[in-house]
């Protein structure tokens, strides 16, 4: 089923980034403060037992493919039934069409298509059987949809018999969908502040969300997917502990790798500075202003050598978070400058302003960000999508 027999093309409709797993030792590092939630915690193993997880299409279409990856060294897997399910029911998905396939150590893959008409903003729920005992799983934490464990083989089933829920992702990095041939995709690649930290669950509250639903109440538009590439915790230049590859380290997978990717949007560099002024890091884990545009200057190479347009977002308000000594409101000042004033990247998204108080400019606005003054709440992922001018992503 090839996009050019049918008038279509493929595109990622839906995304998540997977993580390095079980955390690095930063040789003598303190504790990164940014982890997610501890509950409901991803299971680290399983055996004969059935997987359930929702994605949400953000763009439709009249096939759907699935995306699953283990990617960072641990086992094969070997999945021995996996089924998608949604307004049309339950129909198995077969890879090199066969039922059953083996998730290979550091190997990506994709479902055979299926023709399954999902409209946008519509909930998928795919059902993945793990036969063998004590899988080792690779995940993605910071999922914010409800997701369950059963034991035996249920995938086929409508409803889990002695289910346990959970909200991350395991295995599962991207669904695909057949869409029309001027649809393409946007990818979120970033950090908690693109993950969704702090936002309520199961309320698909996340900007990268947001957005998606903007494009898609806009009939004018031509169809754009929203696909959210962060990790909580994440940094540009290095590793952090246990929440994943820098975004130097990722870029191929979670952003070129995304069929149907035309533009990045990247909002990140808050951790980088943050976790580098924290009292005993070692010197190799700090970076400064000019370190972390180093990294934008790669990233955006990276993107324009593959054709992408690159959108970089100002840093949200550090003056609220629980330890803002000077130094990292000076480094943050001049990296927000530069990211509005550098010219480098396509077009630059001010988070920034959108975000802060205007009677305390070094801070979010209360209505906007949640107890911990670091993580924009709902509304404030709703104003950072509202930042954008959807215009950008015309053609």
């Known amino acids: ?116 008409r999902a409209p946008a903003q519509t909930d998928l729920t795919v059902s993945l059987y793990l036969p063998d005992d004590r899988v080792a799983t690779t995940s993605h934490q910071t999922g914010l949809r409800r997701a369950w464990l059963a034991p035996g083989d249920q995938a086929a089933e409508p409803t889990l018999t002695d289910a346990t829920e959970f909200s991350s992702y395991l295995w599962l990095t991207g669904i695909d969908v057949l869409a029309p041939d001027g649809a393409a995709t946007i990818v979120a690649l970033g950090d908690s502040l693109v993950d969704g930290m702090e936002t309520t669950p199961d309320a698909d509250a996340p900007w990268p969300s947001a957005l998606a639903r903007r494009f898609a109440a806009d009939p004018g538009l031509p169809p754009r997917a929203v696909v959210n590439m962060g990790i909580a915790g994440n940094r540009v230049l290095r590793e952090s502990a246990g929440m994943g590859a820098s975004a130097l380290a990722r870029f191929d997978r979670d952003v070129l790798a995304r069929p149907g990717a035309r533009w990045v949007v990247l909002l990140e560099g808050v951790n980088d500075l943050f976790f580098g002024l924290l009292p005993g890091t070692p010197e190799r884990e700090r970076a400064g202003a000019d370190d972390i545009v180093a990294g934008y200057r790669m990233l955006i190479s990276r993107a324009h050598l593959h054709d992408l347009r690159i959108v970089g977002c100002t840093l949200p308000p550090v003056a609220g978070a629980p330890m803002c000594p000077p130094e990292l409101a000076h480094q943050h000042r001049r990296l927000n400058e530069w990211i509005r004033d550098g010219g480098e990247f396509d077009a630059v998204v001010d988070v920034e302003t959108a975000l802060h108080d205007p009677a305390d400019p070094g801070r979010m606005r209360a209505d906007l960000v949640t107890a911990d003054g670091v993580h924009p709440s709902d509304a404030g992922h709703a104003a950072i999508a509202d930042a954008f001018d959807l215009n950008l992503f015309r053609r």
Do not use: C, K
């Open 1 to 116: 089923m090839e996009g050019s027999e049918t008038g279509g093309r493929w595109i990622a409709a839906w995304g998540t980034a997977q993580q390095l797993a079980p955390a690095l030792d930063l040789g003598g590092g303190p504790e990164m403060p940014d982890e997610p939630p501890a509950e409901p915690a991803a299971p680290t193993e399983l055996g004969a037992q059935t997987v359930r997880m929702v994605a949400r299409t953000t763009v439709g279409g009249t096939a759907v493919r699935v995306a699953l990856a283990n990617s960072f060294g641990h086992p094969p897997v070997r999945i021995g039934a996996a089924y998608l399910a949604g307004p049309g029911g339950p129909v198995p998905l077969t890879f090199g069409g066969r039922r059953a396939v083996v998730l290979q150590t550091g190997a990506h893959l994709h479902s055979d298509p299926v023709a399954y």
